[in-house]
């Protein structure tokens, strides 16, 4: 995976401002954890694709600091996440985590780095309890919390009139806390959510659910599905005929970095999510060229996240000049950083969590197009943080 000679032409610049203030500093030690196998494996390796392209674009140094990674593959299972962590944490003596995707691992994870005090940035997983009663100072998330576009899905299912909603998801955080987002904003605006269908992580066996659901008929479906479970989700819901009958919502994760494994399928499907392919933006464009330049295929939100979790350590690292024994302007430079993101300008709640837009997407070919805006800022409630 190597990134283009321009784009470290340009970067050998950015780097030169830093190394001044950084020399003598050993390499900051990064640990990636992060699944490269099982239904979310594309999902990690663009995380770490796009944390590496923003490394790259400063010259591969970050605060001055060179990098050295150090990888583990969490095979997205949450009974090995506390021995994965702690190859990185204990073994590794990484300064900084970032990781994961799947919600459950990302709990464990977030448990190690508060009892460690290592500094933790989540590139994806949802979980609320990150930034809600497991919020620490270290803990940071460059991504979303699952409440948020649930809830966002929610207030467009609403507006779009449909009044009986069934949704069927992975009976796992993930799944569980996007639908309770989702039926929070839906039943406030006036919708009922008739029945919640779940099957274990990350099974595909959707057959016998698909078929409630043809014989209750709700106005609309909502689902939560990523990865490798959303192509055949997507497709399984058509060939069973149901999308003619049935609109098909869900969070963008439904059609996100899937659209091109999906075809047909997807086609029409609205989502929200705080990323869309077509932003325009010239900070978007920039982004998604030098993506594609560097790695022949395009950027979708899970690279988007990387990108901004080495934007957001490159805030605290440079406030410090490096050094992470400063761990109080470490955080609180973090904390207060304005990210420049391809997905528009966002910053931090108290609980580090970003308070950002959600757009409302329509799948059109291999791209999620945005149409509109869901919910503008929309902050998750940090519900049961003591900072
Ligand atoms: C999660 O487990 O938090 C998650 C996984 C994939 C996409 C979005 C969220």
């Known amino acids: 995976m190597r990134l ?73 299972e949450p009974s090995k996440a506390t021995d994965n962590v702690n ?15 799947h919600s459950g691992v990302a709990l464990a994870m977030a448990r190690a780095a508060k009892d460690s005090g290592t500094l933790l940035i989540v590139p994806n997983a949802g979980a ?6 497991q919020c620490a100072p270290n803990i940071f998330r460059s991504s979303f919390s699952n409440w948020q576009p649930g809830y966002a899905t ?16 992975w009976g796992y955080a993930a799944g569980n806390e996007t639908v309770k987002g989702f039926t929070e904003a839906f039943e406030k605006n006036g919708g009922k959510v008739m029945k919640d269908l779940t099957l274990p992580f990350p099974n595909v066996e959707f057959q016998p659910l698909l078929t409630e659901i043809a014989s209750q008929k709700p106005d609309v479906v909502f689902a939560f599905f990523a990865g490798g479970g959303a192509v055949k989700f997507v497709k399984d819901y058509d060939a069973a005929g149901l999308k003619k009958s049935i609109p098909l919502m869900g969070s963008g994760f439904l059609t996100d970095g899937t ?11 609205i ?10 933006t010239p900070r978007n464009t920039a982004f998604r060229n030098k993506f594609a330049v560097a790695y022949k295929v395009n950027p979708d939100v899970y690279a988007m996240q990387g990108y901004d979790a080495a934007q957001m350590l490159a805030a605290g ?17 973090i904390g207060k950083a304005q990210i420049d993101s ?21 799948a059109k070919g291999n791209y999620n197009v945005v149409t509109g805006i869901a919910v503008k800022a929309l902050a998750d409630p940090g519900r049961g943080c003591k900072m």
């Not at 923003?54 to 060179?66: A, D, F, M, P």
């Not at 299912?157 to 069934?166: D, F």
């Not at 391809?342 to 329509?362: C, M």
Request: with cysteine; aromatic share 8%.
């Open 317 to 333: 690292l440079n406030a410090v000049k490096g050094d992470m024994s400063k761990k109080d302007a470490l955080y609180a430079a």
């Open 128 to 133: 609320d309890a990150i930034t809600g009663p």
């Open 271 to 280: 989502t929200s999510l705080h990323y869309g392919d077509n932003i325009e």
């Open 4 to 76: 283009s000679h321009t784009l470290f032409a340009a970067a050998a610049v950015a780097a030169l401002s830093c190394s001044a203030y950084a020399q003598g500093q050993p390499p900051l030690k990064v640990g990636l954890m992060l699944p490269a196998t099982g239904t979310f494996a594309a999902l990690g390796d663009m995380i770490e694709r796009g944390f590496k392209l923003h490394v790259e674009e400063q010259g591969g140094k970050l605060g001055g600091r060179s990098i050295q990674y150090f990888k583990v593959d969490d095979e997205s």
């Open 342 to 362: 391809p997905r528009g300008k966002f910053k931090l709640s108290a609980q580090h969590n970003p308070t950002q837009d959600f757009y409302i997407r329509e």
């Open 87 to 101: 190859k990185l944490i204990k073994r590794d003596n990484v300064d900084v985590i970032v990781g994961t995707v």
């Open 154 to 169: 929610g207030v467009v299912a609403a507006q779009k009139g449909y009044k009986r909603a069934m949704t069927i998801t």
């Open 259 to 269: 659209l091109e494994a999906q075809g047909a399928s997807a086609q029409g499907l």
